[in-house]
C-alpha cells in the first residue's frame, strides 16, 4: 500500500500523546521527520518513532522542503499554525493544523483561500469529531431522535488552570496563543455543535475571564500577566433557532476533566457526560417517552469508532469518509471564536454572517 510520509512540527504534549501513537496504529502512512527547536523534545519524539538525527529538524522550512515527507502535521502554539500552513501550500504539501487553526478570522480565512487555489488539502484536529459518542449523537440526531432541536446545553470545565505551580506557558500568553480556553476548548465545543447538529452559528453574547491573573515566568523566578482568558460563558443563536449556552473554564475547583453536552428538542433529548474519561449517553425520544420514563442510556456501536490520524492520512489519499474538519470547518471556528470575543468586549449581542 501507498505509504503517506509524514512529518511533525512541534513534538510536545499533543504530537507524543496523541499524534504520534495516532499515526503508529494507522494504515498507509508512517512519521518520517520531526522538527522543534527544543532539542529535548526532538531526541523525545526522535526515540518514540524511531527516527535517526538526520530525520529531526529544527527550522520547519527544512523539514517541509524534504524529499522524505509527503505531508505535514502542525503541532506547534497557535501562532505558528497559518505561518507553517502557508510554507506547506508553497511546497505543494498537505497539512493537518491543530486547533485552533490560527489567531484571527482573517488569518485562517486567508489560508484557506490560497490553499484551495494551490489545490492543496488542508484537515483541522477537531478531535472530538473522532470520539464515537459524537459520532454515533450525530447520527441520532440525523435519525430524528429528538425532532426539532430547541435547545443545548454544553458545558466544557476543568481544573487545569489551577494546577499548583502552572507556569507561563505560551498558552497563557495572548501573542503566541490568540485566545485561551477560547482556542483551548470552546473551539473543540463549537466545532462538535456544528458537527452534531449541522447547524450555523448566527449571533453570540458572552463573558470572558481571566481568575489566575499572574503566573511565574518559565525561565526566572520572576511573575508576569497571563493575557489569555480562562472561563468564558456564551449564549448563541443557530439558523434554526436552536439557542445554545456555553460554560468554559479551566479554573473548576477540583473538577479534574468534564464535558456535558445537552441536547433538547421536539422528539426527544440526548445527554452525553464525560467526567475525565468515564462516558455516558442517555437518550430520551419519542411521543410514549416525553414523560422522561423512558429514558435509557445507550452506547455507541463499533462502527462509530474513528481516528484523527487515519482520518488526516485518507485525506490525503483521497479516501476520507465526509466527516472530518477541513479549512472551511476550522474558518468557521475561528470566525465564531473572534465574535465571542466581540461580543465580551463590548458586552453586546454580535451577528455571525454565514459568508465571508
Ligand atoms: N486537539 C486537542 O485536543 C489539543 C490538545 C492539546 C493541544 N492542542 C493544540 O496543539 C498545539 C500544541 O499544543 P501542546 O499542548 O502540544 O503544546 P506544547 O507546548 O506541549 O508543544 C508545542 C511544541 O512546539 C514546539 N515549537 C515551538 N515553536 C516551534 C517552532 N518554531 N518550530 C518547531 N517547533 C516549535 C515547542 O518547543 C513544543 O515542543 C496547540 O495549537 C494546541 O492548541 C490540541
Redesign the pocket.
Known sequence: MNQTRIGI???????KG?HIPGYQAAIGGKVTAL????DN?LDQGAEICSLDKSQCYTD?LDLIASEDVDAVDI????N??CTIAEEAIRKGKPFSV???MGLSHAETARIHDLAQKAGVVGHV???WRYRPYIRYMKWLISQGVCGKLYHGYIRCIKDSGLWPGRKL???FDKKQAGTGVL??LAS?MYDLTRFITGEEFTGISAQTGIWIKSRQKLDSDDFAEVTTDDWCNALVDMRSGLNVTYQISRCATTIGDSVGIELYGSNGMLRYMNHSGQQTLEICSGEVDMTGQGSHFVVPPARFNASQSQAFINLVQDTDDGLSATLADGVICQKVLDATEKAAASKRWISISEEG
Not at 522538527?35 to 527544543?38: A, E, G, L, P, V
Not at 503541532?75 to 497557535?78: E, R
Open positions: 512540527v512541534g513534538v510536545g504534549g499533543i504530537a496523541v522538527c522543534d527547536i527544543s523534545a520547519y503541532c506547534t502554539p497557535n505558528l499554525h491543530e486547533k485552533p484536529c477537531f478531535s506557558e505560551w498558552r482556542g483551548d473543540h
